[in-house]
């Protein structure tokens, strides 16, 4: 039997060659390992930049929210020592004053007063009972 390929038009080991060795064969070119690093690396490094930044975002609500926290339990404090000559109730809005160095929890807002409202009388905070008997700060001074 014959073998019709001519041994002068084929490769001995074609799998090796780092170029086409026949008319259909695709090109092969070898790849830049430098290349494929440095578009890896950079494609991490944004990955990781923007879980770096979600992270921040996070952080920075955590530490307002502990901010709010703090103020709140610094006003429910100055409420619970504060005068007052009536019973609160639950989802009503009060508003907190400070005079001569003494709180008072008034159901009388700032801008209600007209002309008649007491001297050295400093407004510090609108606020409303809520159920578990906490205050939500509403407008602070």
Known sequence: MINPIDKNKVAENPGLLTYAHNIGSIVVKPEDVGKLKS?????????????LQQLQRQ??????????LKKRVEISEKIYTAELSF??????????????????????AP????????????????????????????EFY
Not at 40 to 45: D, G, I, K, P, T
Not at 115 to 130: H, Q
């Open 59 to 68: 952080a920075e609500l955590i530490a307002q929210q502990a901010n709010e």
């Open 87 to 108: 019973e609160p109730f639950i989802g009503h809005t009060y508003f907190l004053y400070e005079k001569s160095s003494k709180y008072r929890l008034m159901m009388i």
């Open 39 to 51: 578009r890896a690396l950079s494609a991490m490094h944004e990955q990781t930049n923007k879980q």
């Open 111 to 138: 801008d209600e007063w007209g002309k008649k409202k007491p001297e050295l009388l400093e407004f510090i905070s609108a606020v409303k009972l809520l159920s578990d008997h906490t205050w939500e700060i509403l």
